[in-house]
């Protein structure tokens, strides 16, 4: 059976590789000059290829739709596609949060076991080749006939006309090919990182036979900060207080990593705790980003009214610089460090306490003269710098550009794709596999293991 794929990214090198093991010839098109461009740069250029946690705990990490994906995991899990490196000698290794990653820490290795499959199976690969769509025939049959894995449409004389893709047809060199298919699977991936070539194009191709995509909007994206202006004064930034660390302060903390720290993202008007998290964020020139962030913005995007909630600068993200410590004993800490430093000056006083990029904002945040000797320093005033460190806020009023995010939400819509073949519902012959697919998970290798898995079941 011939088999073309649409996308060589990890969702349709897996279909590759699935399919011509099952004795298929299988073609990859892929618009870029390389397979797996997206791959190389996930995990920092790591490649966080999966998590350890048990594959019924994955379904829990995907708020898009996650129990869709039951018979896809079930068929191919983390343990398999870390076997299937393993087989080409890439061992792995887990970091924290349950993270996979390359011993080697390259994700070209991750990338280089796949290409050595694939070449294994005399898959054929074509690059720089640009599907425009999808050949698709169309036929009539008895009403009885209709198959429970495909939508018909009426016509006048009571048949049903059927659709069944026959090719694809694509542009290379600045010449319009065709490609003969029995099936076609489509894994051209979302609408972020456009530069590896995940530009939407699968999109398009879906809809013209029939599918519905649904809304697409950046997930595990950076946030931006409110842009309040601070004031100046002689010189020197006066942080605005009420609204604790806006876009300047973030810019001044650029590349300021925070570890443990816990996070709630709060919607203020309801005072309601909309997702809170505890690792690691990083503080960025237009706001903030990091894995409890990315995986922040997954959930926000599902919140009710939250483009409205954060255009109105309703919605506060609240960072415990010390969860360890409750308020109580984070005093006692401050006490031990001011008796210790009683005779030096406030802003000398908090360099054990905090990275030396915080210690200007947060002097600011508390209203304490920053040459004030440590012991002038009354209890409420001591008291205030714990409730700060306990509550550092930022305001944010916006993602990130999609162009920014690790994944797009959204895609074509699981109402019209078979959960345990990946065929569509409408197009017979017609299969998907990865981010094109309205799925989407957290941070942590969940987004990659989709791809794995439906890219097998899609192959299979």
């Known amino acids: 059976m011939k088999v073309v794929i649409i996308g060589g990214g990890p969702a349709g090198m897996m279909a590759g590789i699935s399919s011509a093991r099952n004795g298929n010839e299988v073609v990859i098109l892929e618009k870029m000059n390389m397979l797996g461009r997206k ?14 946690l048990d594959i019924s705990e994955f379904i829990q990490n995907i708020p898009g739709n996650g129990r869709f994906l039951y018979s896809c995991f079930e068929r191919f899990t983390n343990k398999d596609i870390i076997e299937f490196l393993e087989k080409h000698k890439v061992k792995v290794k887990e970091e924290r949060g349950n993270r996979i990653f390359p011993v080697s820490d390259k994700s070209m290795d991750v990338l280089n076991a796949f290409v050595e499959e694939l ?9 720089n080749a640009k599907v425009e769509k999808i050949l698709a025939e169309y036929s009539e049959t008895d009403k009885n006939e209709k198959s429970d894995s495909q939508e018909s449409f009426t016509t006048e004389n009571k048949k049903l006309t059927t659709k069944k893709v026959i090719g694809v047809e694509y542009i290379k060199n600045g010449n319009k090919l065709v490609e003969k298919a029995e099936k076609v699977i489509l894994a051209t991936g979302g609408n972020s990182y456009q530069a590896t070539g995940s530009t939407g194009d699968g999109y398009k191709i879906a809809k013209e036979l029939g599918h519905t995509i649904t809304k697409i909007v950046p997930s595990l994206v950076p946030m931006v900060a409110n842009n309040v202006k601070e004031i100046e004064k002689n010189n020197q930034v006066i942080y605005n207080s009420q609204y604790a660390c806006s876009q300047r302060l973030c810019k001044d903390l650029q590349g300021l990593s925070l570890r443990n720290v816990e996070i709630k993202f709060i919607d203020v008007d309801k005072n309601k705790t909309i997702y809170e998290d505890f690792g690691e964020m990083v503080f960025t020139h237009f706001g903030i980003s990091g894995p409890t962030i990315l995986s922040g913005t997954a959930h926000l995007l599902r919140y009710k009214n939250v483009e409205e909630l954060l255009k109105n600068g309703k919605i506060i993200l609240k960072i415990d610089l010390k969860p360890a410590l409750n308020e109580e004993k984070l005093d006692l800490r401050i006490l031990r460090d001011f008796e210790k430093d009683k005779n030096k000056n406030f802003k000398n006083s908090l360099n054990e306490l905090l990275p030396q990029k915080l210690i200007k904002p947060v002097i600011y945040l508390s209203g304490i003269d920053e040459n004030k000797k440590v012991n002038m320093i009354t209890k409420n005033e001591r008291l205030n710098l714990v409730k700060i460190l306990k509550n550092f806020s930022v305001v944010v009023t916006d ?16 109402k019209e794709i078979n959960p345990k073949t990946m065929e569509s519902k409408l197009v017979e012959g017609l299969y998907f596999a990865g981010e094109i697919i309205d799925v989407d998970a957290y941070t942590g290798g969940f987004n990659l293991q989709i791809a794995y898995s439906t890219g097998y079941v899609a192959g299979e």
């Open 39 to 52: 791959l190389l740069i996930t995990g920092k250029g790591r490649c966080n290829i999966t998590s350890s």
């Open 119 to 127: 070449k294994s199976l005399n898959v054929k690969v074509v690059t």
């Open 399 to 414: 993602y990130s550009s999609i162009n920014d995010a690790i994944i797009t939400s959204g895609g074509v819509s699981i």
